[in-house]
């Protein structure tokens, strides 16, 4: 197996309408204004991640931003902010979480501020990630989990070309105590 720290990964992607760049420790208040933003709808669809159940503060934000840093260098998770290149805006957050190095394969997952939903942002930074994943990773197979009933997500799986492989049923318990479910897509490389 690689080992996952002599690995080259860029620090920054750029596709037509973003810059996808690995987080910073002065990006905390723009973070915190984007997770105040979307704190509602980020807490009705991805509920289960510690930093969407704190409380939302800047000082939060900074810990955010220095554990992703972390994360990045140690390879242990690729997360990377987007912003909008014509205007500097951060826009969400787009990674690559949960590398398997010695397959390998990676998982796909986003995040937009709610004022930047429904602009491709999402469909756009999951292509020039899982591009990215197939051809300089060599990952075999990048994977999309979204709970069943974001439709949202699922749309931008479709829209990107991940085929639905299952639905894992009463996985979890959604934030009203309900049992959820899981929808796992995949997307493999072209074949030549």
Avoid at 47 to 56: G, K
Avoid at 94 to 106: N, S, V
Avoid at 159 to 164: A, D, E, H, P, T
Wanted: a neutral charge.
């Amino acid at each position: 197996m690689p080992n996952p720290l002599t690995f080259s990964v860029p620090h920054s992607v750029e596709t037509p309408r973003l810059l996808l760049r690995s987080f910073r420790e002065d990006d905390a208040p723009a973070l915190h204004d984007a997770i105040v933003e979307s704190i509602a709808e980020l807490r009705s669809t991805l509920w289960a991640l510690p930093w969407v159940d704190c409380e939302q503060t800047l000082e939060n934000a900074l810990v955010r931003c220095r554990q992703a840093q972390a994360n990045f260098l140690n390879r242990a998770d690729l997360a990377y902010l987007a912003f909008e290149k014509s205007s500097g805006r951060l826009v969400g957050s787009i990674g690559l979480h949960r590398t398997d190095w010695e397959l390998p394969r990676t998982e796909v997952g986003y995040w937009l501020r709610t004022s930047a939903t429904g602009k491709g942002y999402a469909a756009e930074g999951v292509n020039a990630l899982t591009s990215w994943a197939f051809e300089r990773l060599g990952a075999v197979r990048v994977e999309l989990v979204t709970d069943e009933a974001n439709m949202a997500s699922r749309a931008v799986a479709e829209r990107c070309g991940f085929i639905l492989e299952g639905v894992h049923r009463s996985v979890r318990r959604g934030p009203d105590g309900s049992l959820r479910n899981r929808c796992i897509y995949a997307r493999f490389p072209a074949v030549a």
